[in-house]
């Protein structure tokens, strides 16, 4: 099969492997909402596709910020839970979330930044999300299944 070539000239994407230091401090809160703030985001989506992740914090990126992008496909992966996500973010600036459920679930999880380690890590199989879009707009919602798998992993990256 032939793999479509992408138009912009190929970029290295510059990702911490542990323990890099970037990886163990919690990331800067992020305060201002601007065009940098877009580009920012847009770089790091570009660096997910380009590495074959499902999500990425800004700390893997040596990016100070506490932003994570995830991509939108993950929603769709399971549709047992695809139907009951609320909110359905592909960037999450300043994320967190509480557990609202006592069931746990266990998955083996992957991360870029932890090359050819598998994991597997027991969470909460539901969460409520707090996060704010690239405008500032803060959103409120559910989150079950990988795309809650992920989000969770992804946060875990800015604390
Ligand atoms: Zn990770």
Same mark, same amino acid.
């Given at each position: 099969?032939?793999? =479509?070539?992408?138009?912009? /000239?190929?970029?290295?994407?510059? $990702? ?7 990886? /163990?401090? =919690? ?8 065009? /940098? $703030? ?10 997910? #596709? ?28 399971? *549709?047992?839970?695809? *139907?009951? !996500? ?7 600036? !300043?994320? #967190? ?11 083996? *999880? ?14 909460? +199989?539901?969460? !409520? $999300? ?12 559910? $989150?079950?299944?990988? +795309? ?7 946060? !875990?990256?800015?604390?």
């Amino acid at each position: 099969m032939i793999q =479509p070539q992408t138009k912009t /000239k190929e970029k290295q994407v510059r $990702l911490a492997i542990w323990p890099h230091p970037q990886l /163990k401090k =919690p990331a800067q809160k992020v305060t201002e909402f601007s065009d /940098k $703030l877009v580009d920012t985001a847009a770089e790091m989506t570009a660096a997910m #596709r380009h590495l074959h992740g499902i999500g990425l914090a800004g700390p893997q990126l040596l990016i100070d910020q506490a932003i994570v992008v995830v991509d939108p496909l993950i929603y769709y992966a399971d *549709e047992r839970y695809a *139907e009951k !996500n609320e909110v359905k973010p592909t960037t999450l600036i !300043n994320p #967190r979330y509480e557990s609202n459920i006592d069931i746990t679930t266990k998955t083996r *999880e992957r991360c870029l930044s932890f090359p050819d380690v598998f994991v597997d890590i027991e969470r909460p +199989a539901s969460i !409520n $999300l707090t996060f704010q879009d690239l405008s500032g707009k803060t959103i409120n919602g559910d $989150l079950f299944g990988l +795309a809650e798998v992920d989000i969770q992993h992804e946060i !875990n990256h800015l604390n």
